[in-house]
């Protein structure tokens, strides 16, 4: 009698335990922070500017995310719409895109420009680049392909993470810089198909986060990240939170940081 619950004390033990280390990797996670097109909201700030990515660059958070266009000349400007005071950046050249000030009275910035910041900061905070749909797939390409130039050029590949909603422009960085970290955005498709294309992330809308929980979990079973946008409420940052993301981009990056830590 007593070796039988001695054996029933083992196995329940050992059930307990197993259940509490499937548990325990999910709890601990810390979900980081990326700031949405920098740290633009406070005083002297803009969208994809200088100051937003040395802002968000000071806050030491994980990331600053920041959005590209190729022009017809094959420079790499910074700007979230496809035009911007009327001019469209892929159907334009570098001379008109200079002349461009953003809110704050900045030139809009090459992605040159902020590599530069990057180059020379010693904060921890890695430079998310997005990569915009163009016109069509090819010009999307030609637009991932300069900016992994530009970034193998300043030797940054290791403090650089790629997005994409052109799953065009994720397969063409996958192909120019193997070992990149990539994530596709558009939030069509499930984690299975985007890991077996090479792909490392996935980075959706936190609506659709909601409508597929289950999305997660494959990713992290597969040992791909996950990123969700863009997350700016307290309470929706505590839900993605306890959904196990890894990370938050949000245009709220102190807010979102002070949560989450």
């Not at 509490?20 to 909201?41: D, K, N």
Request: aromatic share 6%; with cysteine; hydrophobic share 40%.
């Amino acid at each position: 009698m007593i070796k039988l619950c001695k054996k029933r004390a083992f196995v329940f033990v050992f059930v307990f335990l197993c259940a509490t280390m499937a548990v325990v990797p999910i709890m601990a996670q810390h979900v980081q922070t990326i700031a949405h097109r920098g740290e633009w909201r406070s005083e002297g700030s803009a969208q994809n500017s200088r100051t937003s990515l040395q802002r968000a660059l000071d806050l030491n958070i994980f990331g600053s995310e920041i959005d590209i266009w190729l022009t017809t000349d094959g420079h790499v400007m910074v700007n979230h719409d496809a035009k911007y005071q009327g001019i469209s950046l892929q159907d334009t050249t570098f001379a008109a895109c200079k002349k461009l000030r953003l809110s704050n009275g900045e030139s809009m910035p090459e992605l040159k420009h902020l590599l530069k910041i990057l180059k020379k900061s010693k904060s921890p905070t890695r430079l998310i680049v997005e990569v915009k749909p163009h016109r069509n797939p090819q010009r999307s390409r030609d637009c991932a392909a300069a900016a992994v130039k530009a970034i193998r050029r300043k030797k940054l590949e290791a403090r650089v993470m790629y997005i994409s909603f052109s799953i065009e422009a994720c397969q063409a960085i996958h192909a120019l810089a193997p070992k990149a970290e990539v994530a596709y955005l558009e939030g069509d498709r499930a984690p299975g198909g985007l890991h077996r294309m090479g792909l490392t992330g996935i980075d959706y809308h936190i609506s659709k986060f909601k409508a597929h929980p289950e999305w997660v979990s494959e990713a992290h079973q597969l040992g791909m990240n996950v990123n969700v946008w863009t997350v700016d409420s307290p309470d929706d940052i505590r839900d993605m939170k306890a959904l196990g993301v890894d990370y938050i981009t949000t245009n709220e990056p102190a807010l979102c940081e002070s949560i989450v830590k």
